[in-house]
């Protein structure tokens, strides 16, 4: 009943919840897109960044959002309530305050991780590399603050999801996503859009 009566009041105060969905690049968030998209969800997207061989399904991205670090006028995330819109793990710091975030918050292994992100360079044409130890610290870092803020905003409420969880035993996933956005998603057609042979990047279990 306390729980209802602060789920009432917050969604005063800040209207429909956003749905984000994050994580590190390269660490499923597309592959939860489109599970949301095919439960019947609206996303936010501009249609931009189209499909290719690294996201054959599609990336679900709204642009604009990679400039949320800078920009000073947000108010357009605001025409995201009752949607979902796909911002980068470090980017949420960046949201808002004047909403509330849903955030379905995408783990994977980092070496997985690295070693996707390391393809798609690749295949885009740059033959920079990094140092695999650094950025390793940088993304564990990024994770612990998302975490954190999350957990210390009253806005942020946070799921996190295993990818290679989601792959092996997408019901689980599409069950747990459905009761944190209320219960009422086709679970059924998230497990259709989750496609095994798409995780090409396997870390040794």
């Known amino acids: 009943m306390l729980s209802t009566i602060k789920n009432k009041l917050r969604d005063?105060?800040?209207?429909?919840?956003?749905?984000?969905?994050?994580?590190?690049?390269?660490?499923?968030?597309?592959?939860?897109?489109k599970m949301l998209d095919s439960a019947g969800l609206e996303i936010m997207t501009d249609g931009e960044r189209k499909a290719d061989i690294d996201n054959p399904k599609?990336?679900?991205?709204?642009?604009?959002?990679?400039?949320?670090?800078k920009e000073q006028d947000k108010s357009y995330v605001r025409a995201a309530r009752g949607k979902v819109l796909k911002v980068i793990s470090f980017l949420l710091k960046d949201l808002p305050d004047d909403?509330?975030?849903r955030v379905i918050f995408l783990r994977r292994d980092l070496d997985?991780?690295?070693?996707?992100?390391?393809?798609?360079?690749?295949?885009?044409?740059?033959?920079?590399?990094?140092?695999?130890?650094?950025l390793k610290e940088q993304y564990r870092n990024d994770i612990i603050r998302a975490r954190l803020m999350c957990r210390k905003k009253n806005n942020f409420e946070m799921l996190e999801?295993?990818?290679?969880?989601?792959v092996n035993n997408p019901?689980?996933?599409?069950?747990?996503?459905?009761?944190?956005?209320?219960?009422?998603?086709?679970?059924?057609?998230?497990?259709?859009?989750?496609?095994?042979?798409?995780?090409r990047n396997r870390a040794k279990s």
């Open 112 to 134: 997985e991780v690295l070693a996707s992100q390391d393809k798609m360079i690749a295949r885009l044409g740059s033959k920079d590399s990094t140092d695999a130890e650094p």
């Open 12 to 33: 005063k105060k800040y209207g429909e919840p956003i749905v984000v969905v994050s994580g590190l690049p390269r660490s499923g968030t597309s592959m939860m897109m």
């Open 171 to 199: 019901a689980n996933t599409a069950r747990a996503v459905s009761e944190f956005l209320g219960g009422k998603l086709d679970q059924a057609a998230m497990l259709a859009a989750v496609d095994p042979k798409l995780y």
């Open 58 to 69: 599609g990336y679900y991205e709204y642009e604009r959002v990679k400039d949320l670090e």
């Open 99 to 101: 909403n509330q975030y």
């Open 161 to 166: 999801v295993h990818y290679r969880d989601t």
